[in-house]
């Protein structure tokens, strides 16, 4: 996958809520180190300002307590948990060596679905011209990450059908099952997540399922991670 060199995007598919899909995104990112390019990582929030000053943080403790004070980061949806905040961390320790220029915040809300979806495929266009020569490797919720409309879905277009598709690999996130923190029917919590047959560990480009280009199998069962701000209360 690193070898092709008309690869701009990178779209990570995840359910949102386990321990192990911010895990091996992260080992994602660390393996596109290998091609000496400049890697962008893009998450799956609003609040630039909020990303750019954890980011940039050399007071660890007093960071992740302004980090968590924010709005975003009271949710308990997935994207607020103790693994995306230790992803954040890994992130920032690999931007303090150099070898992760920038962060960027992408997600988008409080429009139509279509018209979110296309601006934060806009965010990471952007992000990409301002550095032509990067990858922008993006971890965001499995719907976001399709690259092609699915009636089962919804009748809109989701964020990756409005980036180059030629450019664009999309990998839906896959494992052993599990368990997966999250909000269902009114409950927030550990739910039961089934098997999507992720047993090898590793990128295949060969993908079962419509709308992606292949899957990142975590080749483990996975468990549920709580609220990052759980901890500061």
């Not at 750019?52 to 607020?80: C, H, I, Q, Y």
């Not at 992408?106 to 952007?126: C, K, N, T, V």
Request: overall charge neutral.
């Amino acid at each position: 996958m690193w070898a092709r060199p008309e690869l701009r995007f990178v779209l990570v598919g995840e359910m949102h809520g386990t321990n192990e899909s911010p895990a091996v995104f992260g080992d994602l990112v660390c393996s596109a180190l290998g091609t000496k390019r400049a890697i962008i990582a893009g998450l799956e929030f609003r609040n630039q300002q909020a990303l750019d000053r954890f980011m940039d943080s050399r007071n660890p403790e007093t960071s992740v307590k302004e980090l968590l004070s924010t709005d975003e980061w009271r949710g308990t949806d997935g994207r607020a948990s103790n693994a995306m905040l230790a992803l954040l961390e890994r992130m920032r320790s690999l931007k303090a060596k150099g070898l992760l220029p920038r962060v960027i915040a992408f997600s988008a809300s409080g429009r139509s679905s279509e018209q979110d979806e296309e601006a934060m495929s806009s965010a990471l266009l952007r992000a990409s011209a301002a550095n032509p020569d990067a990858l922008v490797i993006v971890l965001t919720g499995n719907v976001h990450a399709l690259k092609q409309e699915l009636p089962e879905v919804g009748s809109y277009r989701p964020m990756g059908s409005f980036l180059p598709s030629a450019q664009t690999v999309s990998l839906l996130v896959t494992d052993r099952g599990g368990e997966a923190w999250n909000c269902q029917d009114g409950s927030c919590g550990p739910h039961v997540l089934a098997s999507s047959a992720g047993v090898n560990r590793g990128v295949t480009l060969i993908s079962p399922h419509a709308g992606y280009d292949g899957v990142l199998s975590t080749g483990l069962a996975v468990t549920a991670s709580t609220p990052a701000n759980r901890v500061m209360q």
